[in-house]
């Protein structure tokens, strides 16, 4: 085995408790004693083909000597900030926001610690390429794109054997799995393995909003076939081809792996299911939340930050969230799981009964508005709680969402049902009638599918209504005003609840946190922030609010006996940074030059 491989191997086996940072400037000293002993290591292209280590031309004559990597490079030696600059310039000479994905996954590749100082220098631009919407397209066109594997792809056909599969990832320090089953990726559907792009997406907000370090992270997709007719058609895609698996088998496939994660990782690792389809989704969460350390984003993270604009709309506009009479269009996972949470949160800042609370929210699904005795549709066991006897007056047609909204008289309105523009101007300009500031959240992803865009709703309410959407929206202007819309995004939520859970060592992940979660988020907003039409901070200060989402998330752990990580440390808040990934150098390589350069 040669030097660099050794150290590679004492890399996947560091204690949870290393600095990651101090760790690869041990390894790099490691690396130059031995050469200064004579006990070179082989072939340097080992050091250059490992993204972790690699730093491209930023490596010195010294290193590359002591490396044995001279020659192997171009003799120019840059900056990190220079090389920065490269990539920048790359990236402006790309057009088409799915050329700039590829660019970055394929710098993810190379340069580790590169890439994510690019992405979080310049988050604003790139997290809607390396995340929604740009990841939906990149998704659809995986099987074309792609060029090298990352993550573990775990199938069916493994049933009896996963712990021996994710034994192959190099790290036994993982700290977060991001894994989903593909079959309903955004709003796009069932995308099979191509899905991979969605946990692979999310891990690098959980490093660049964060600062959760990249080698405790692992994206994973579970295949089990897929339904899409024109994949199993496509002599690219590399997926199962077979229809999906369903019942017992898919089912004892997902606990072998949430069991074999556990015993690889240890308790400590959070297991977030991601993109799951709505028949999988609630009862899956609902099956394992009690024994693993795991939550579905899907659910918990969007009812997560729609809360927290809820709550800073209501520092806007005056009216408490226990006032605020709600419609969701859309009636699935996302849309139950927002629901809930709010009327939980009602409860517990209001006082009100959770019966009084779901009675201020209604939905509508495929079949019209969800009531008490609907004759068609059916109404589910998620659905139920916000079956609601109609309000007096003349019948309406419960189909239409016109006629909805002018009988429910709701002063906020929620879209979740992935129809693009199905919030008609009539519609928005009612909501606008009916309050002097309608809530308008139009959450659908990506941004074809979002219900409405933010010209509409500003236009159709004359600048009053106050706006969210799914997707990035540019600011507005109207009649000399410019209004910047809200970007309800899981990012500003799970990064840095995963970074607190972490910091703690929680072992569960109570409803609780992600109320913890949305309270700090909303505070974060400042003054100027909501002055400008902003209910979310600017995402160029997504990091620092990332940072306090953790020590809320973190604290509350400790303050509530959650957390497993002890003592609590004497300066809590010093704890989370230390354990976040630096983006703005490399680590010092130590270096001991040989006496022979």
Same mark, same amino acid.
């Given at each position: ?65 002591? @490396? ?73 066109? @995986? ?242 709680? @916000? ?41 928005? *300009? ?109 995402? *160029? ?57």
């Amino acid at each position: 085995m040669s030097a660099f491989e050794a150290v590679l191997q004492d890399l996947a086996t560091q204690s949870s408790d290393t600095n990651p940072f101090e760790f690869i400037s041990e390894a790099f000293a490691k690396l130059a004693e031995a050469h200064s002993q004579g006990d070179v290591f082989e072939h340097g292209h080992y050091l250059l083909g490992n993204s972790e280590f690699n730093r491209g031309l930023a490596f010195t004559n010294e290193e590359r000597a002591c @490396f044995k990597i001279r020659g192997l490079l171009p003799p120019g030696i840059a900056t990190m900030a220079e090389q920065e600059a490269r990539a920048l310039w790359n990236l402006s000479q790309k057009e088409k926001p799915l050329d700039k994905y590829i660019y970055l996954q394929n710098l993810a590749l190379q340069n580790q610690r590169l890439y994510y100082r690019v992405l979080v220098n310049n988050i604003t631009d790139f997290l809607p390429v390396v995340y929604t919407p740009t990841v939906g397209l990149a998704c659809q066109e @995986f099987a074309h794109i792609f060029s090298r594997p990352y993550g573990i792809y775990v199938t069916i056909n493994d049933l009896g054997n996963v712990r021996s599969i994710l034994s192959n990832w190099r790290h036994r320090d993982v700290r977060a799995i991001v894994f989903t089953d593909g079959e309903r990726i955004l709003g796009l559907g069932d995308l099979g393995v191509s899905g991979m792009g969605i946990p692979v997406g999310k891990l690098a907000l959980y490093t660049a909003c964060a600062g959760v370090p990249p080698e405790k992270t692992l994206p994973v997709c579970l295949d089990v076939g897929t339904d899409n007719k024109k994949f199993l058609d496509d002599p690219l895609y590399f997926g199962l081809r077979h229809t999906r698996v369903r019942g017992e088998r898919y089912d004892a496939l997902v606990l072998e792996f949430m069991q074999a994660a556990e015993e690889l990782f240890g308790h400590d690792c959070i297991l977030q299911f991601e993109d799951f389809a709505n028949q999988n989704a609630f009862r899956l969460l609902e099956m394992h939340r009690n024994n693993f350390l795991t939550f579905n984003d899907d659910i918990q993270g969007t009812a997560s930050v729609v809360l927290a604009g809820f709550v800073s709309a209501a520092k806007t506009t005056g009216v408490s969230i226990d006032q605020q009479t709600v419609l969701f269009y859309g009636a699935g996972s996302a849309g139950i799981g927002i629901a809930e949470l709010m009327a939980v949160s009602m409860h517990l800042e209001s006082k009100i009964s959770l019966d009084q609370a779901r009675a201020r929210i209604w939905f509508m699904d495929s079949k019209g508005l969800i009531h008490k005795g609907r004759a068609t549709g059916g109404i589910n066991h998620e659905k139920a709680p @916000f079956a609601h006897s109609l309000p007096e007056g003349p019948a309406f047609d419960i189909t239409n969402l016109t006629e909805v909204i002018r009988h429910i008289r709701p002063s906020a309105l929620v879209g979740v049902s992935a129809q693009g523009g199905v919030f008609t101007n009539a519609d928005l *300009k009612l909501m606008g009638e009916i309050n002097a500031r309608p809530i308008i959240f139009p959450l659908s992803n990506p941004t074809s599918k979002a219900e409405c865009t933010a010209q509409d709703a500003y236009e159709q309410t004359s600048g009053r209504c106050v706006f969210a959407s799914g997707s990035p929206f540019a600011p507005v202007t109207l009649e000399g005003k410019t209004y910047f819309p809200g970007q309800g995004n899981n990012s500003y939520i799970f990064p840095g609840l995963a970074l607190g859970i972490m910091v703690a060592k929680a072992r569960r992940v109570p409803d609780i946190l992600f109320i913890v979660a949305a309270q700090c988020l909303a505070d974060f907003v400042t003054p100027e922030e909501r002055e400008s039409g902003r209910i979310y901070p600017d995402m *160029k200060r997504i990091r620092a609010a990332s940072t306090q989402i953790a020590f809320s998330v973190a604290n509350y752990c400790y303050l509530h006996g959650l957390a497993h990580e002890l003592p609590q440390p004497a300066d809590l808040m010093a704890a989370v940074k230390a354990f976040q990934y630096i983006t703005d150098c490399y680590p010092s390589s130590h270096r001991h030059a040989p006496s022979n350069l």
